[in-house]
């Protein structure tokens, strides 16, 4: 089963969970699979199970500070993409990063820490942050999660190591939901980049109505390697 399988398998779980404990909120656990969680209200129905192991050192490498030339390209993949995204933001000490892009999407500037937009057919779009953050890679993993669990009452996710040219760094994948009829899915690539000028967080994130045809490889290539220049 690839990683986006078990990931749809989340979402069924995720909606039964929204029918059978709409009193109830999920809550994130590493594996994907949400549980009710206890809201303390008399005569609410809940599920406890045991603490969710801890993700958020998942993809965690010893950060390198060591003094880097101005204008250097610190991770290049072997494979160059057919159609790169340029994002960049206005901080010029924040690192630039060029995104694979799939066929036949769009491409268009950000403003503040947002790099840029990607958007494709059926509601699927990307888009890409490069924020400073003072958190070292497992607390600023840890509360980039959080955020995404805090989009929906309902929600799942499932986090992967998935470090970068010694960069540390995450995969996430997951959904969520308000309702049955309006579930989400994402795939997030989070990297935590060490500059001569501090900590920036870099991250992809693409979404698209659960079930939406042609999303698994769009995510895949989006969630994968990206070149990074420290200017």
Same mark, same amino acid.
């Given at each position: 089963?690839?990683?986006?399988?078990?990931?749809?398998?989340?979402?069924?779980?995720?909606?039964?969970?929204?029918?059978?404990?709409?009193?109830?909120?999920?809550?994130?656990?590493?594996?994907?699979?949400?549980?009710?969680?206890?809201?303390?209200?008399?005569?609410?129905?809940?599920?406890?199970?045991?603490?969710?192991?801890?993700?958020?050192?998942?993809?965690?490498?010893?950060?390198?500070?060591?003094?880097?030339?101005?204008?250097?390209?610190?991770?290049?993949?072997?494979?160059?993409?057919?159609?790169?995204?340029?994002?960049?933001?206005?901080?010029?000490?924040?690192?630039?990063?060029?995104?694979?892009?799939?066929?036949?999407?769009?491409?268009?500037?950000?403003?503040?820490?947002?790099?840029?937009?990607?958007?494709?057919?059926?509601?699927?779009?990307?888009?890409? &942050?490069?924020?400073? #953050? +003072?958190?070292?890679?497992?607390?600023? /993993? @840890?509360?980039? =999660?959080?955020? $995404?669990? !805090?989009?929906?009452?309902?929600?799942?996710?499932?986090?992967?190591?998935?470090?970068?040219?010694?960069?540390?760094?995450?995969?996430?994948?997951?959904?969520?939901?308000?309702?049955?009829?309006?579930?989400?899915?994402?795939?997030?690539?989070?990297?935590?980049?060490?500059?001569?000028?501090?900590?920036?967080?870099? &991250?992809?994130?693409? #979404? +698209?109505?659960?079930?939406?045809?042609? /999303? @698994?490889?769009? =995510?895949?290539? $989006?969630? !994968?390697?990206?070149?990074?220049?420290?200017?």
């Amino acid at each position: 089963m690839t990683h986006l399988e078990a990931m749809t398998r989340s979402v069924s779980v995720v909606l039964a969970c929204l029918v059978l404990a709409a009193t109830a909120g999920c809550v994130r656990t590493s594996a994907g699979n949400p549980v009710a969680a206890d809201t303390g209200r008399p005569g609410t129905s809940t599920t406890k199970t045991a603490p969710a192991p801890d993700s958020s050192g998942f993809g965690v490498v010893p950060t390198s500070r060591a003094p880097i030339p101005a204008d250097a390209v610190t991770c290049a993949p072997e494979q160059k993409p057919r159609v790169g995204f340029v994002a960049k933001v206005a901080d010029a000490a924040a690192p630039v990063i060029t995104v694979p892009v799939p066929d036949g999407w769009s491409m268009q500037s950000g403003s503040g820490d947002i790099g840029g937009y990607l958007k494709g057919p059926q509601g699927m779009d990307s888009t890409i &942050s490069i924020a400073p #953050t +003072a958190l070292e890679p497992a607390k600023a /993993f @840890d509360e980039y =999660a959080d955020r $995404l669990m !805090g989009e929906a009452a309902v929600s799942s996710i499932s986090v992967l190591p998935a470090e970068l040219c010694q960069y540390s760094g995450q995969k996430m994948l997951g959904a969520w939901s308000d309702t049955p009829q309006n579930a989400v899915e994402f795939v997030d690539r989070v990297v935590h980049i060490w500059t001569n000028a501090g900590n920036y967080l870099v &991250s992809v994130h693409t #979404t +698209a109505p659960t079930g939406t045809t042609g /999303f @698994d490889a769009a =995510a895949e290539l $989006l969630a !994968g390697d990206f070149e990074i220049l420290l200017p």
